[in-house]
């Protein structure tokens, strides 16, 4: 186990449900971070919170709602989501922000219908 | 523009052969580079990081190398076995003021028997 957990583990939802995301991570990091793994595609970044401020938002839908109410959890509110949002969502921690080595969670298979 | 680009796409090779995974990138200024192992399903799983003055870094059975002049590095799998099936992802990160890591899109690796 890598520390970091995600639930739930799969999720299936209609484009008018609003779900949400849970990362915890029992590492003593200060860093979280949001991804999105689509098939065949590289990770995309989505968020960034370092010390419970969120330091990086790469231009994710507003659909996608991110909270961190302290450094070991964080969440992904999902309201109103397309289909081409399915995808594996994974969460990550890090010691600090910048170029540290990222622990990833298990993620969370999403398939909006 | 900042890239990272692995090649081959996919590899099938037999169980205790050797083989070596590319990745080739335009990030700069260059701060880090990882490689992960990434189980189908799971998140992926750190093997080696390598700053700029390092050459080469081992992890058990794997060996990667980094040539910053060309920005090359590349991932040498020693005797694999059934359980390196996976995809590798390359990672670099830049310092920018900030930070910004960069996701190659893998390689897939199916190792048979």
């Known amino acids: 186990e890598t520390g970091v957990t995600q639930t739930p583990r799969h999720l299936v939802m209609g484009m008018t449900n609003k779900k949400s995301l849970k990362c915890e991570q029992h590492?003593?990091?200060?860093?979280m971070y949001w991804y999105k793994q689509s098939a065949k595609k590289p990770l995309e970044l989505m968020f960034v919170?370092?010390?419970?401020?969120?330091?990086e938002n790469n231009s994710v839908p507003s659909r996608f709602s991110p909270e961190c109410p302290n450094s070991s959890h964080l969440f992904l509110h999902l309201h109103t989501l397309q289909p081409e949002d399915s995808a594996l969502y994974l969460c990550?921690?890090?010691?600090?922000?910048?170029?540290?080595?990222?622990?990833f969670g298990p993620g969370t298979r999403l398939t909006v219908l | 523009k900042n890239q990272v680009e692995q090649s081959p796409q996919s590899l099938i090779i037999l169980e205790g052969k050797n083989c070596t995974l590319q990745?080739?990138?335009?990030?700069?200024?260059?701060?880090?580079l990882r490689w992960y192992k990434q189980d189908t399903g799971r998140g992926p799983v750190s093997l080696t990081i390598?700053?700029?003055?390092?050459n080469t870094k081992s992890n058990g059975r794997y060996t990667a190398t980094l040539d910053a002049d060309t920005k090359q590095s590349s991932l040498h799998i020693t005797a694999s076995q059934l359980s390196d099936s996976a995809s590798y992802i390359c990672?670099?990160?830049?310092?920018?003021?900030?930070?910004?890591?960069?996701f190659g899109a893998g390689t897939r690796l199916f190792v048979k028997a």
């Open positions: 990745c080739n990138y335009t990030v700069s200024p260059f701060s880090n």
């Open positions: 590492l003593g990091h200060n860093a």
């Open positions: 990550a921690s890090s010691q600090e922000r910048a170029t540290d080595t990222q622990y």
């Open positions: 919170y370092s010390l419970e401020e969120r330091v």
């Open positions: 390598m700053t700029f003055s390092e």
């Open positions: 990672v670099v990160s830049a310092e920018t003021g900030g930070f910004k890591t960069i």
